[in-house]
């Protein structure tokens, strides 16, 4: 909400409860107080809703002494399905969410209504729940305090009573004497305070609390609430005022310092909330001492009836406290209407939402209308009504909507017009007058807010035909007084934006500006706020237009690019938004252009003033942001860096040349940058990363190498600037980037959990499922030949890290559980217990991978539905199978009775109790030895061997027979000892099992009673009256034979006598191990321990059409003990290079008993041509040209080649993270440049190929980038170039002084246009000499100088150009050098090249024998030959310019070459022998490198003489492209030669005869 909105709310009259004293009222009078309502006319009745409210909180808010709120009971009545008896009793139910919607509503006229609703739910609680209840307590104290309340508010106190007979004045309004204080004179004393503090505004009419009325959003500052433990605001503290919590003004005091105090805390120092803090703290402190020194007030009454008639002055911070407070602190209360929700959103996105929209603006005029008592209008339609309470209203109205939905479409940028918004809000008002009866409130409240609205709207445009624009003011009530110069400032600015967001592409007619509208949005691209530290959108940049918040248009052309710029920082290049961004900024600059320039400014002169119009202060901050330090760490240690001899090498590029100087300059380079521009961009705040900073600096260092000559001063400065950079960037993040996390460890630590988890899976008694399934064998029966499996198998895997993909695990897993099922019964408990757990293992397998999210893996095809189906067709299956066997079973029973039987007719004694069982007379009890036992005891019986327990019987049968003896019959229950079972089993301590085995015995032999319990009762219950040695408990069922164990679902034992209680503490589960295991002895042991569990593949053929005949295509093929799938990446041999290339298999086939692939090459940054400052990502390739078939005997290992979009997102899980490589670019080897393309090709297989499995990252990665491989090596061999040139400055000294000869050579710093471009063949020149150091000068000058007829031009014109600027650096000095140089006619170029010529030979001349040294090879490198990019690529006469026919020209053409040159063939691979001594230097001049690159170890020679010599014109075939390259500005016309290359051949022919003498000797 605006400010001026606000102020608006702050002149107009608040509720009585909400505001400005009239709560005073309330609590100082009845409804029936009709002597004071005479004697003080002009004071507002009691405000009933108001009340109302406030008993309707103190109900709600009121808590227990363990803190719980007694509302809950009340918030609902009990759902008729599941209390039916409730309605029976209850025939008026009413809860806590009625009250409040009737509230909300203004259904209640008095006090009364809201007392005879409350008094009937109260009742209601007590007339159905009984007296010794929660409930019924609950109402008892709730019905008290809401009674004690209404006291409160209603009737009169006695400081009242004075009030009303005037006679009480105001001692004091001071604060000494709080406790003098009345509370009506206090409560006017702060609310003066509050007053003051809400409506101070700064000098610019800005509210100064306006961001302190209400608490952060949570959803938008999670981590407010966690800095800040104690949160208030100015709303709470109004609310405080008008509740009387504060008893003396020094109580509200701490309030507002802690208030000061959090905001201090969260925001920094310097920071607009921090000053307004200060402020706020200031206004009451000095109204304070205002109220204290100030005259005694006659009453708080006269104070009251002037408010009453002036209005409230407070902000409607005191008129949103109870409306404010419900939803907020109680959500559950917040029924079918939910307006604080909405309120409190509009206030905390004030900053994002833009506050002076029309179509924002109508929205509010109709949410935030209020009636003279402070209450919204449009609480009925803040959302839809429930269906379960109005079923009707959706079937009478076609088109529901509310304001929530409306809310959501404005936030959503769906209203383009304010036509849109007003036909929205007519929809909901007919909507509601459609439903509703003329005389409801509802219907009322739609007719006034549809009044309001037209109002608004009718405002709104008149607002705008005033203005002149669409855009309005966001202070509607203040007046405007803009010059005519600002009025076409403010028009030019939106015409630019104007120009953006009408744009729209050609043929679709598409907004091109729809993506931009809105930042996006968080929950949908979390890392979007990660990626871009400073968001910008078209609603902020319109926003700022019409608050004027821009002081220039060059700060909204900032803000504009800042937006594109992070378009396609995000964005992948070639993407959608990618290319809108493009051609927007394109528009955007045309428009620019069209409108011409800009209007003078009064601070536009001024780039202080324009700082700090901006909000960006010029001075160095004393606080810095951790972003803002790093930039600074950065741009110093660039800025300040200097060599050894103390020369700061950041001069050059701290501004750029004139266009003036260097026209030429701005045609090379299409985006120049400086070092003050860079700055520039730091203090306004445009760099949103380090990153940002990094690609500026290489930019700049990019620009300096394309422009100048490798060999210059300004290219090697440059190249140490650009190591400096990384170096201190790499620094500050503490070496290496950590990169991607493991991913092995990762998928291992998964399927631990998974494994762990299922083992672990109990049921409701606490019994492990997976127990049972102990015993299943691990060799399975069906197939001897498998490797065994159980889950000690599986365990062991797991934990030596054996398992690295799901898909296997799972497998194993499940084979363990399918042949549990398939060696049991379907009503064994091990069928029962191995379902369980497969179900169990899906559901916390898809919990762990996320459903894909986490890990995408084939292992989540199979689902809980194909269990169930598996599981249903093993049952088909298995049960016929088992209805049989029960047959059988039962008749060899039968058999087994009747041989018992006829046994038994042998027995006279037995045969005298069988015929006389029919003629027993059983009995429910019997006293053996002053002992009695009962049907359902358990007893000790004597054991039948005398070094057994006990046997444990439970009676079902008690008699006596015919000579007095007593018998018992029962069921015999069986030790864990007395059992069948695997040794790895696992029991409960106590346990036995109820076993098929029933007999009887006589009473004599029984011992003693013991006690056995059902699982389901032990742990919680005790007999009484037994010890616990002799107290069992029974969870399973055991079969002698099939010696298996079923647990018991129902326990059907006799009724037993013996009472049980309550175990003070539950008993734990404990499971014991089996008699017969043996600890710390491995099942199985593996020979292989260390080796990973590989998915079981297959050769998988394919059909490739128009395949040639003996080739058979493979999907998926098995070669050298690996598998290899269609678009799998490799290794292979590549010799020479320091790296080997990698390979994708796009095709794979056998012919011939060779296997064989097809794919494309991708080559490292190493192979490459580029600039030295070039940048590259770790682990980086990229895509050639090269597309080749090769044996899969070159193959030497296995890689991952990932999109840039994957590399940061996720990994493949059998691949190390050395072996994932990164490839967004294709290398273009014709233009030497690097394009990135849209991604790889993808395969879709077939499903007998094993597809990788995928582990998604839980946050993306961010890569960094680092330094070309070539950048060292360039800076070695350039500091050594140039010491070679700075000591032949001293050796052109001492020639000065013998032959006249011009002095102080210079490097060349500037690229000559006309520098030839020929880079096929080597140029060798003669043999030279190294320098050593222990020459004398005089003996220094005789060796070879690396002279040009540019080095000799430059020494000669230095000393003019440094006597008319003596004040220029040395790299300015030589940039006015070259443009000399370029600007110099070719005759006199090719003077000085002939000068430069006789120099060298004269020095050739006078170099003594005995000084020559062989030449070496220790400095060569491969990257001398210039780097992609720069104008003199691969140029060995990049420094001289251009040559004078003689001894020393270069080749006439390609395909032939001078003496010592080789032919057109490629040469091979130089020999490298051992460096010079320290004690020399070799003077690494470009030709000495082309000499070293013709050494040859095979060659008698160091060139092929035989091949030079003898080669002819017609050996040399020239494409049109090496013809045009010809140097045919030696010769002035072809003269009698067809062509100029047979020209340029003659010239070669004799310039090798002369130069050489060698006619004679080979008769030529």
């Not at 710390?1080 to 590989?1094: K, L, M, P």
């Not at 980086?1180 to 990932?1202: A, D, Q, R």
Request: hydrophobic share 30%.
């Amino acid at each position: 909400m605006s400010a001026s909105s606000k102020r608006r709310r702050a002149t107009s009259p608040s509720s009585s409860v909400s505001g400005g004293g009239d709560l005073d009222d309330a609590a100082s009078s009845t409804p029936g107080s009709g002597r004071k309502r005479r004697r003080i006319s002009s004071v507002p009745p009691v405000d009933t809703i108001a009340v109302c409210h406030e008993l309707f909180n103190a109900v709600r808010d009121y808590k227990d002494d363990q803190g719980r709120q007694l509302c809950e009971f009340f918030l609902r009545v009990p759902k008729r399905r599941n209390q039916p008896d409730y309605y029976e009793m209850v025939s008026q139910p009413i809860d806590m969410t009625k009250i409040q919607y009737k509230l909300k509503s203004e259904d209640y006229q008095d006090v009364e209504h809201l007392t005879a609703d409350f008094q009937l739910m109260f009742r209601n609680a007590k007339s159905f729940y009984k007296s010794d209840s929660e409930e019924y307590r609950a109402a008892c104290k709730l019905w008290e305090v809401y009674l004690q309340t209404r006291t409160e508010f209603v009737q009169p106190g006695d400081g009242d009573e004075d009030d009303e007979d005037g006679d009480d004045m105001m001692d004091t309004p001071g604060m000494s004497t709080e406790d003098e204080t009345s509370s009506g004179s206090l409560k006017e004393v702060l609310e003066q305070l509050l007053e003051a503090i809400v409506s101070h505004t700064d000098p610019s009419g800005r509210l100064v609390s306006e961001l302190f009325q209400k608490l952060p959003s949570k959803v938008h500052y999670p981590d407010y609430y966690a800095v800040i433990k104690e949160p208030i605001d100015l709303r709470a503290i109004a609310q405080r005022i008008q509740i009387g919590y504060y008893k003396s003004v020094n109580a509200m005091a701490k309030d507002i310092d802690l208030m000061a105090k959090n905001a201090k805390t969260y925001n920094e120092p310097g920071s607009q909330v921090f000053k307004d803090a200060n402020t706020i703290k200031k206004v009451f402190i000095q109204r304070k001492t205002e109220l204290e020194h100030a005259e005694p007030t006659k009453s708080s009454l006269r104070i009251r009836n002037r408010k009453s008639g002036q209005g409230d002055r407070l902000s409607g911070v005191n008129v949103a406290l109870q409306y404010g407070s419900e939803s907020e602190d109680d959500p559950v209360l917040s029924g079918s209407v939910c307006y604080d929700e909405g309120e409190s959103e509009a206030e905390s996105q004030s900053s994002s939402m833009e506050m002076s929209n029309p179509i924002f603006q109508l929205y509010e005029a109709v949410r935030g209308a209020r009636n003279n008592q402070g209450q919204l209008f449009s609480e009925p339609f803040q959302q839809l009504p429930s269906r379960r309470e109005y079923p009707d209203y959706y079937q009478q109205i076609k088109q529901p909507t509310a304001l929530h939905q409306i809310r959501a479409k404005m936030k959503n940028a769906e209203y383009e017009t304010m036509e849109q918004m007003e036909s929205d809000l007519n929809l909901m008002f007919e909507n509601a007058k459609r439903y509703n009866m003329p005389n409801s409130s509802i219907y009322k409240r739609a007719f006034r807010l549809q009044q309001i609205m037209q109002a608004k709207k009718r405002d709104l445009l008149r607002r705008d035909d005033d203005d002149g624009d669409s855009i309005l003011s966001s202070d509607a009530g203040s007046i405007k007084r803009k010059s005519h110069k600002k009025n076409v400032k403010k028009n030019r600015m939106k015409a630019l934006y104007a120009a953006v967001t009408e744009a729209r592409e050609a043929g679709t007619n598409r907004r091109l500006c729809d993506l931009f509208m809105v930042k996006p949005s968080k929950k949908d691209y979390p890392d979007y706020y990660k990626v871009i530290l400073e968001p910008m959108d078209l609603k902020t940049i319109e926003h700022n237009i019409r608050s004027e918040r821009y002081a220039t248009e060059e700060a909204l052309m900032e803000d504009m690019k800042l937006m594109f710029r992070n378009a396609r920082h995000y964005n992948e290049e070639g993407s959608q938004v990618y290319n809108d961004a493009d051609i927007l900024e394109k528009i955007l600059k045309d428009k620019r252009k069209e409108l011409g320039p800009p209007p003078e400014e009064d601070d536009v002169g001024s780039p202080k003033l324009k700082l700090r119009k901006s909000g960006v202060s010029p001075k160095k901050s004393k606080y810095l942001t951790p972003l803002q330090q790093r930039l600074n760490e950065l741009y110093d240690a660039v800025r300040n860096f200097t060599d050894r001899r103390g020369r700061r090498l950041s001069t050059i590029f701290l501004r750029l040349p004139s266009r003036a100087e260097l026209p030429d300059y701005y045609a090379t380079i299409k985006r120049p940058i400086d070092m003050e521009r860079l700055r520039s961009h730091m203090a306004t705040g445009r760099y949103q990363d380090v990153e940002a900073l990094v690609e500026d600096f290489a930019l700049m260092f990019n620009n300096a190498c394309m422009y100048n000559e490798p060999e210059s001063l300004i290219y090697r400065d440059a190249l140490v600037l650009h190591r400096v950079l990384l170096g201190t960037r790499k620094a500050q993040e503490g070496g290496e980037d950590s990169g991607a996390p493991a991913v092995g460890p990762l998928v291992r630590e998964l399927t631990r959990n998974l494994f762990v988890s299922m083992l672990g899976h109990q049921d409701e008694e606490g019994r492990c499922y997976s127990d049972s399934l102990a015993e299943i064998p691990a060799v399975d029966p069906a197939a001897p030949e498998k490797p065994p499996l159980n889950f000690d198998v599986i365990r062991m895997n797991v934990e030596r890290g054996r398992y690295r993909r799901l898909d296997v695990f799972q497998e194993h897993v499940f084979e363990v559980l399918e042949k549990a099922r398939r060696l049991h019964r379907t009503d064994s408990e091990i069928f029962d217990d191995s379902v369980e757990l497969q179900q169990f293992f899906i559901k916390i397998r898809d919990e762990l991978c996320k459903n894909g999210e986490i890990l995408l893996s084939t292992a989540l095809n199979y689902t809980l539905k194909h269990l169930h189906n598996d599981v249903e067709q093993e049952k088909r299956e298995k049960i016929p199978k088992e209805i049989e066997e029960d047959k059988e079973k039962k008749d060899d029973d039968e058999e087994e009775e009747n041989k018992d039987g006829a046994k038994a007719e042998d027995l006279p004694g037995e045969a005298f109790q069988s015929e006389s069982e029919s003629e027993r007379v059983y009995s429910q009890d019997c006293s053996f030895e002053n002992r009695t036992y009962h049907v359902g005891d358990f007893v000790y019986v004597e054991p039948s061997e005398p070094n057994l327990k006990p046997h444990i019987v439970c009676i079902e049968r008690l008699w006596e027979d015919e000579a007095g003896e007593k018998w018992l019959y029962g069921c015999w229950f069986y030790r864990p000892s007395e059992t069948f079972h695997l040794a790895t089993r696992k029991f409960l301590e106590k346990e036995v099992f109820k076993s098929d085995y029933y007999n009887k015995v006589s009473i004599s032999k029984v011992l003693g009673k013991c006690v056995v319990m059902f699982v389901k009762d032990y742990f919680k219950l005790q007999p009484e009256g037994y010890r616990s040695e002799d107290v069992y408990v029974c969870e399973s069922r055991y079969a002698a034979r099939n010696k298996s164990f079923k647990k018991i679902k129902i326990w059907a034992m006799p009724v037993s006598s013996v009472k049980l209680a309550l175990r003070e503490v539950p008993l734990p589960v404990v499971r014991v191990a089996s008699m017969f295991a043996k600890p710390d002895q491995e099942t199985f042991s593996f020979t292989d321990s260390g080796s990973f569990v590989d998915k079981e593949r297959e050769d998988v053929l394919m059909e490739m059409s128009g395949a040639e005949p003996g080739c058979q295509y493979y999907e998926q093929l098995r070669y050298s003990n690996m598998w290899f799938k269609v678009g799998d990446c490799v290794y292979i041999q590549s010799h020479g290079l320091s790296k080997p290339r990698v390979a994708r298999i796009e095709k794979l086939w056998v012919q011939r008993g060779n296997t064989f692939f097809f794919g494309p090459i991708f080559i490292h940054p190493e192979e490459t041509e580029h600039e030295p400052t070039k940048m590259f990502y770790k682990r980086e390739v990229f895509l050639s040209n090269l597309e080749e078939t090769l044996p899969m005997t070159c193959v030497i290992g296995k890689c991952m080649v990932s999109s840039f979009k994957d590399f940061l997102s996720c990994r493949p899980t059998e691949v190390s993270e050395e072996d994932n490589l990164l490839c967004e670019s294709r290398y273009i080897e014709t233009e030497k440049q690097m394009k990135k393309f849209k991604g790889l090709k993808r395969f879709s297989y077939s499903s007998k190929v094993v597809e990788d499995e995928i582990y998604y990252f839980r946050k993306l990665i961010v890569p960094q980038k680092e330094a070309s491989p070539f950048l060292d090596k360039k800076i070695e061999e350039l500091e050594v170039k140039l010491a070679d040139m700075e000591d032949a400055d001293d050796d052109m000294e001492d020639m000065d002084e013998e032959e006249d000869a011009p002095a102080t050579p210079s490097m060349p710093q500037m690229q000559t246009p006309l520098t030839s471009d020929m880079d096929i063949m080597p140029y060798t020149p003669s043999q030279s000499t190294p320098k050593v150091k222990g020459l004398s000068k005089k003996e220094g000058a005789k060796r070879k100088i690396n002279m040009s007829g540019y080095i000799l031009f430059s020494s000669e014109m230095r000393a003019v150009i440094k006597a008319r600027h003596p004040d220029f650096s040395f790299g300015e000095l030589s940039r006015l050098v070259g443009t000399e140089w370029r600007n110099l006619e070719a005759s006199k170029k090719a003077e000085y090249e002939e000068r430069a010529a006789k120099i060298v030979e004269q020095q050739e001349r006078d170099r003594p024998p005995q000084k020559q040294v062989s030449p070496r090879a220790g400095m060569m490198g491969a990257g001398m030959n210039g780097m992609a990019g720069s104008p003199a690529s691969g140029n060995f006469m990049q420094q001289s310019g251009l040559y004078s026919p003689g001894q020393h020209a270069p080749p006439p053409y390609p395909g032939q070459g001078q003496l010592g040159q080789p032919s057109h063939l490629q040469p091979t691979t130089p020999m490298f022998v051992a460096p010079p001594p320290k004690t020399q230097r070799v003077l690494h001049s470009e030709a000495y490198l082309k000499y070293i690159e013709g050494l040859n170890s095979e060659s008698s020679s160091v060139s092929k003489w035989d091949q030079t010599l003898k080669v002819q014109r017609r050996d040399a075939h020239l494409t049109k492209e090496q013809e045009s390259r010809l140097p045919a500005h030696w010769l002035k016309s072809k003269g009698a030669h067809t062509t100029m290359a047979d020209a340029l051949w003659r010239l070669r022919d004799l310039m090798l005869r002369d130069s050489l003498n060698m006619c004679q000797a080979y008769n030529l």
